[in-house]
């Protein structure tokens, strides 16, 4: 359905929105045009929110199609998933574990690298000890 002409979709609540034609296989909107009730994924976890497993229903493309985001129904979203108190705890001891140098055995305050899991203290003595 059009008005006056216009390109335009009618969306799932049966209200006509403007509509910049299709992106995708789905209606697009353009920035600041879409409706109520669609939002982007970023803004589902703002809200503590996830799609529940549910495909996009539209795209919301600007910079001249250049970019786009997914629009997810509001009413459909379900909660995020909270993590355990052990799987918390596990993850704790292992970016705790990113933190200890291999070579002197000391809380480096930091995740050292995964390349040679030394601070950088130690990674420099080896250094000079190489090129020397």
């Known amino acids: 359905m059009a008005v ?3 390109p335009g979709r009618v969306v799932w609540d049966g209200v006509w929105y403007p ?3 299709r992106a995708f296989g789905l209606p697009s909107f353009r920035f600041r045009c879409a409706p109520t009730g669609l939002v ?3 803004q589902l976890r703002a809200a503590g929110l996830c799609p529940g497993g549910r495909e996009p229903v539209a795209v919301l493309v600007w910079r001249r ?17 909270q993590p ?5 705890a596990a993850l704790g001891r292992a970016l705790a574990a990113r933190r200890w140098c291999r070579s002197c055995g000391v809380d480096a305050g930091y995740c ?3 390349s040679t899991r030394r601070c950088w203290p130690c990674s420099l003595s080896t250094d000079e000890a190489v090129a020397a």
């Open 19 to 21: 509509s910049g034609g």
């Open 40 to 42: 982007t994924r970023r």
């Open 4 to 6: 006056d002409g216009a």
């Open 84 to 88: 355990s108190p052990a799987q918390v």
């Open 112 to 114: 050292v690298p995964t």
């Open 65 to 81: 199609g250049r970019r786009f985001a997914w629009l997810y129904r509001l009413d459909l979203a379900t909660p995020k998933r």
